[in-house]
């Protein structure tokens, strides 16, 4: 309940007459809401969940002209991870398992994310966007 929360309190937090926009996230989502990971239940309903409620949320604010735009990443490389997924038996599967060959960066999500906000697109709400490598397709 604290996300629906802190989601409308970001609704209220526009400028300027500007209508606020969300965009939860969560990392692996196409696998834990679209596929499923076996002996996961709890990391697999949380993560459709985040997806269920943005979608929702879309719809209650449809008629204010607020946006709710989610994303969901795959494998990112982070400063805690970046050994792991560069290098060994993990960079190896990811490299296999990813059809771009690579896990993604903080820069390729913060590109989507400025360039989903950045544009006066007021009709796109509620709509998922996978940024994965092709991994979940």
Known sequence: MRLRYSLRAARRTGHSGEKAAAAPSSTSARF???????????????????????????????????????????????????????????????????????????????KLVAAIFSEDIPFLSGETIYIDGAQGI
């Open 32 to 110: 834990s809401n679209k596929i499923g990971v076996k002996r996961n239940i709890a990391y697999c309903a949380s993560k459709a969940a985040v997806g269920a409620i943005t979608t929702l949320l879309a719809v209650e604010w449809a008629d204010q002209a607020s946006r709710a735009r989610p994303w969901h990443q795959g494998y990112i490389v982070t400063d805690l991870n970046r050994k792991a997924m560069t290098e060994g038996p993990l960079a190896d599967y990811l490299q296999k398992r990813i059809p771009s060959g690579r896990p993604g960066t903080a820069g390729d999500v913060a």
